[in-house]
C-alpha cells in the first residue's frame, strides 16, 4: 500500500469504529502530521487528505480515493478492520484504540502505527 492509502484506511477506520471525527493523523513510519480528516454517518463515510488535495470516502465496504481513483474495501467487525487495496493489490488488518490505529500491511510485511486526533 502507499503511505498515504494506509494513513486514509486508519483514519476511516478509526471514524467508523470510535465513532468521532477524525481531524488529523501522526504517521509514525514518516515521523510527520498527516492533515487528513473523516466523518461517518451511519456506513457512509466522507474524508478529506489535505496533504493531496483529495476526497475520499463511500459506504461500507467500499471507499473511494478520488486521488489514485481505486477503491479500499473496509470491513469492520468490532475493534478490528480489514480489506483489501486494489492500488497494490494487497490486504491489510487495523486494530483500533481510542486514539492509535496499528495497521499490519500484507503486502509490505510490516506493522505501521497512527495516532489519531478527534474533534
Not at 471514524?15 to 487528513?36: E, P, Q, S, T
Not at 488535495?53 to 479500499?72: A, C, H, M, N
Request: aromatic residues 10%; glycine residues 12%; charged residues 25%.
Amino acid at each position: 500500500m502507499f503511505p498515504h492509502t494506509r494513513a486514509m484506511v486508519a483514519a476511516a477506520a478509526h471514524a467508523f469504529i470510535v465513532g468521532k471525527k477524525v481531524a488529523g493523523v501522526y504517521d509514525h513510519a514518516a515521523a510527520r502530521h498527516l492533515r487528513i480528516a473523516a466523518e461517518c454517518r451511519g456506513e457512509h463515510l466522507q474524508g478529506f487528505d489535505g496533504d493531496r488535495q483529495v476526497k475520499f470516502g463511500g459506504t461500507l465496504p467500499e471507499l473511494y480515493d478520488s486521488g489514485d481513483r481505486i477503491f479500499v474495501t473496509l470491513e469492520i467487525d468490532g475493534t478490528t478492520a480489514r480489506g483489501y487495496d486494489r492500488g497494490s493489490s494487497g490486504a491489510y488488518t487495523a486494530e483500533v484504540t481510542e486514539r492509535v490505529v496499528q495497521l499490519y500491511d500484507h503486502g509490505q510485511g510490516a506493522w505501521f502505527a497512527f495516532d489519531v486526533q478527534v474533534v
